[in-house]
């Protein structure tokens, strides 16, 4: 027979026979059997046998996503509190009733119970216990022996388990970000500027500051001026840990810098910088300096009117850039001298209550119904004539549009200074109102979800990578009132990767996903708003050539690693080929994939007698060895030996058909599935030689199995020859019982046996 393909078509028409084997083998599969009744009774079980937990609390009122893996902090009061159970049967069973008694354990010491004795629970984990396994169980009251557990979990004070940052301990700020102020923030004596929080949001007293060290590892006995540190400090019960901790340079252009207006004025430079505040701090003395001010006066700043100072570093290399801040002289405070109230719509603010708004029943935040009005209500301040500055809870100042988001805010109103003929300068800064801007209140455990592919995800549901942004597999979801809420208008979420935001989660690892209400809030404040998607990485334990004629097994596993084929013998050198690593599907099945070639390199290859080879030129077996290299970055991990074994041998179906040539693997596989079988007579195939009508029928007939069909399923004819259909077809060619095999007019019942012609398929 002559070549199968032309060479430009080789891959795309051995794609598509494949595919056609694919389908007709798929034709062969068995239906799945109807599951027989068996009609066999089942005893009821009681509810807590085999029971498990399906639904639990961390103590607190949050959800605990997977009770079977829970990890709390030491300190933080949290331990599993389940809440639901279901036996053996799927019966579910409500236990957070007076029905039940939660009995908690650390080995065999029962340390707590639900009744108080010994101690309260709650008490117990937050004050006394420690890190390590705890288990709880849960008991009937009525009837002890009906007892189910234990279940198990633990407390952790470790940072491999638990990440630990400080925080702003003064204005009870979350923010881990400092500004260089000039002062020490932390010193080996504690100043009491900074706390201790968790990953989990919780919050812990520091014991003491044992140490503090820069990069390089030089200990000091402060963190003050800008830099990374490393700090070693002592926490109530849960030990001595290490954190990390920066300090940031000041830079006067970004930071915010305030000052009160006032009716005495600033004498000189020196009292005007030490009323600043850069960020909410006073700066230490001598780190910036007034470089210039625009206002009225000559000299000092006592003069009546409006004053811009810029500032700038006092030559301390840990402060750049430059500011501005304003301030006025006044004659007249309108807040201090004349009783000025702050009002919003007709009605002034209490300074102890403030403002709260309900997002719930459409009450929004409406800075231009913000006044200031004098005691009769004759003079009244607003718009452009207010200057409103706003703040969250960490002190950072934002816009009125922030307001339409749930949370603590506050508010500073300050009357810009104007001058009159009457009274002079008149201007002021009010006290600071709080404002209150309250959600909708929802239940983390009833109202938000975490879902991977469209299912409940717990933290232990992880992902392998693959190569592609796997975040699109996780979704959160809020429903409140029949309503699901939306991301962006209700909700923001935020992915972290090692501390820093990620938009996508593609390479191996932990990813935080930190979800953050606007529009309403969790009344289970200290919830777990938090879910760690983690993406492991693939795991090559064992390595094959990828090379043709691998034999594979029915549940897809190779077979011994063995090929039929391997490379061709060129007698030159052979270049190695791709190694590919076995998957697991489960349920018995395997496939394989290959592994890139930028995550490893070859550092070994030997010859079947064992001998390092440097390349391969000669026939025969070959082991290669590879290692991972830098560019598997950690989202490959080689667990076996790093081997793989091919053949390199020389084909001899057809003698005109050279091994080198680049079809001399098809060919040959070809020729041993019985698919192709030469020029009849002879050993030679025609590889050059254009396919025709009557050699594709060929192959098809052979692929289909058509040496093994009865002869009397053909219609033959001792002088016509086979019956094609077709009337310019000779039924004696040798390419006749191929075509006869499809011809609509065919299996009638034989009645001579076929002749042998010379032919070619």
Same mark, same amino acid.
């Given at each position: ?158 940072? +491999?388990?638990?990440? /630990?940052?400080?925080?702003? &301990?003064? *204005? @009870?700020? =979350?923010?881990? %970000?400092? #500004?260089? $102020? ?120 006592? +003069?009546?009117?409006? /004053?811009?100072?810029?500032? &700038?570093? *006092? @030559?301390? =290399?840990?402060? %750049?850039? #430059?500011? $501005? ?134 933290? =232990? ?301």
């Amino acid at each position: 027979m002559t070549a199968c393909v032309n060479r430009k078509h080789t891959k795309k028409v051995a794609a598509v026979v494949t595919a056609s084997l694919v389908g007709a083998l798929s034709l062969g599969v068995a239906p799945v059997a109807a599951v027989a009744d068996t009609g066999i009774e089942t005893l009821a079980a009681e509810w807590f046998t085999g029971a498990t937990v399906t639904k639990a609390t961390d103590g607190k009122g949050a959800a605990v996503s997977n009770p079977e893996a829970a990890v709390f902090t030491v300190g933080s009061g949290k331990y599993l509190k389940p809440i639901e159970l279901v036996n053996t049967m799927g019966d579910v069973t409500p236990v957070d009733t007076d029905e039940y008694v939660y009995e908690y354990y650390k080995g065999s010491t029962k340390v707590a119970d639900s009744t108080g004795n010994p101690t309260t629970v709650s008490n117990y984990f937050k004050n006394t216990a420690t890190a390590g396994t705890y288990s709880v169980k849960i008991v009937k009251k009525t009837d002890s022996t009906e007892a189910a557990g234990n279940f198990y979990f633990k407390l952790a004070n470790k940072a +491999s388990e638990v990440t /630990y940052s400080f925080f702003d &301990a003064i *204005n @009870g700020s =979350s923010d881990t %970000t400092f #500004t260089y $102020t000039g002062g020490a923030w932390i010193t080996t004596s504690y100043t009491g500027n900074v706390g201790v929080v968790d990953s989990n949001g919780d919050t812990h007293a520091i014991t003491s500051i044992d140490d503090i060290r820069t990069p390089d590892g030089t200990s000091v006995s402060e963190a003050k001026n800008a830099g990374n540190y490393v700090v070693t400090v002592t926490v109530a019960r849960i030990g001595q840990i290490n954190i990390d901790f920066t300090i940031e340079k000041l830079d006067l252009s970004k930071a915010v810098i305030t000052i009160d207006d006032t009716t005495a004025g600033y004498a000189n430079g020196a009292a005007l910088i030490s009323a600043i505040k850069v960020e909410g701090r006073t700066p230490a003395a001598g780190i910036i300096k007034v470089s210039s001010v625009d206002g009225p006066g000559s000299y000092g700043f006592t +003069s009546k009117g409006v /004053y811009t100072a810029t500032l &700038a570093s *006092n @030559g301390d =290399s840990n402060v %750049t850039g #430059t500011g $501005t801040v304003s301030f006025a002289v006044l004659d007249k405070d309108v807040f201090s001298d004349w009783s000025y109230t702050v009002n919003y719509g007709r009605n002034p603010i209490n300074p102890t209550d403030g403002l709260t708004f309900w997002l719930e029943d459409g009450e929004s935040f409406d800075i231009s119904k913000v006044s200031v009005a004098s005691p009769d209500k004759k003079t009244v301040y607003s718009g452009d004539q207010l200057e409103i500055i706003l703040s969250d809870d960490k002190g950072e100042k934002v816009d009125a549009s922030a307001l339409a988001s749930a949370g603590d805010y506050t508010m500073t109103v300050r009357v810009k200074a104007t001058e009159s003929f009457k009274d002079g300068w008149i201007g002021g800064t009010s006290v600071a109102y709080g404002i209150d801007v309250t959600g909708t209140e929802l239940s983390t455990a009833e109202n938000l979800g975490f879902y991977i592919d469209g299912k409940v995800a717990s933290e =232990s549901d992880h992902l392998t990578y693959d190569g592609t942004d796997q975040l699109g597999r996780l979704t959160v979801k809020v429903v409140a009132g029949g309503k699901t809420l939306v991301e962006g208008t209700d909700y923001t979420v935020e992915v972290k990767k090692d501390k820093k935001v990620v938009e996508e989660a593609a390479d191996a690892g932990t990813y935080t996903v930190t979800f953050k209400p606007l529009t309403f809030e969790f009344t289970d404040t200290s919830a777990d708003m938090d879910f760690d998607l983690t993406i492991d990485p693939v795991t090559v334990q064992y390595l094959y050539p990828n090379v043709d004629g691998l034999v594979y097994n029915d549940n897809g596993s190779v077979n011994d690693g063995d090929s039929d084929f391997g490379v061709a013998y060129t007698g030159s050198a052979i270049e190695i080929p791709g190694a590919l690593y076995e998957i697991n599907h489960g349920n018995g099945k395997y496939g394989y994939a290959e592994l890139p070639s930028d995550v490893y390199n070859v550092v070994s290859i030997k010859d079947e007698s064992g001998k390092l080879v440097r390349e391969i030129t000669d026939k025969g077996e070959y082991t290669v060895k590879v290692a991972l290299s830098d560019g598997a970055k950690g989202n490959y991990s080689l667990t076996g030996t790093g081997e793989f074994t091919f053949e390199v041998r020389e084909f001899g179906y057809f003698t005109n058909v050279d091994s080198s040539a680049w079809y001399a693997v098809p060919v040959e596989k070809a020729a041993d599935l019985g698919y192709v079988h030469g020029i009849s007579g002879t050993n030679l195939f025609a590889p050059e030689a254009d396919i025709t009508r009557a050699d594709a029928v060929c192959i098809l007939f052979n692929m289909a199995g058509g040496e093994s069909m009865p002869e009397e399923d053909f219609s033959f004819d001792v002088n016509t020859g086979y019956n094609t259909d077709f009337s310019d077809v000779d039924g004696h060619a040798y390419f006749a019982k191929a075509l006869a095999w499809p011809a609509p007019s065919a299996y009638p019942t034989a009645t001579a046996t076929a002749p042998s012609p010379r032919s070619r398929r």
